[in-house]
Structures are given as C-alpha cells and as structure tokens.
C-alpha cells in the first residue's frame, strides 16, 4: 500500500456563493417612492432581489440573479382566477347545453366572453401603467 492511500482526504470547502456569505450587517437606506419602484422593477426584470441589486450596484457589481419568479399582486391574481372561473363556467355550460341536446343560449354566452374580454383589457392597462 502506497503513502498515498494512507493521506486523509481533502476536506470540501464549500463554494463562496450568496447564500454562504455573511450578510448579517444591515444598511439602512431611504428612497423616494419613484425610485423604490423603479428599484423593485429593475429587479423584477433580472430576476433578482433589491437587495442583490442596491448592492450589486454600490459596490459596482453586475447583480446576480437569483431565480426567483417574478412575484404578481395579490389582486392581480384574485382577478385572473375570476378571469378562469368565468371561463370554465361557459365551457361547462357550452358542454351541457350539446349533451342535453339543447341549443345554448349563444347570447348569454356571448355576454359572458365579452365581460372577460372587458377584464382582461382592464389587467392589461393596468400592467402597462404600473410597469411605466
């Protein structure tokens, strides 16, 4: 048996990311609440926390992205699932109508898809207002 096999071995030093750094210490900073939105969509874009971006940016780093999804409001979310509710609700009653034998009621059908028409273009002004 040769030396070689008697030596322990190495020991694994993990390696330095984010997640292993020290980030205990705490800098407080204020800003104006348009510059704190622009902030939180810059970060949103990358994807990557605020956090990682200011100090990406302080110290003169690129901000690595932290694979997170961009996170959507709450309210948007409530609206959306509204949007799918209505939806299936006209599929299952387009579905029933056929089974039965019945002719749907194309009109009130057609209300329906118009008022998720109507919702949907409201979600999508009030993106594009919100990301301006």
Known sequence: MGISALRAPKPRTPKTTEMTIDLSRRITVRYRPEDAMRLEREARELPSSVGALIRARSLKKQPKPTGRKPSVDAPLMRQLAGIGNNLNQVTHALHATRHRGNPPNLELLLEKI???????QAICIALAERNK
Not at 114 to 120: F, K
């Open 114 to 120: 118009q008022a998720v028409e109507q919702t949907l």
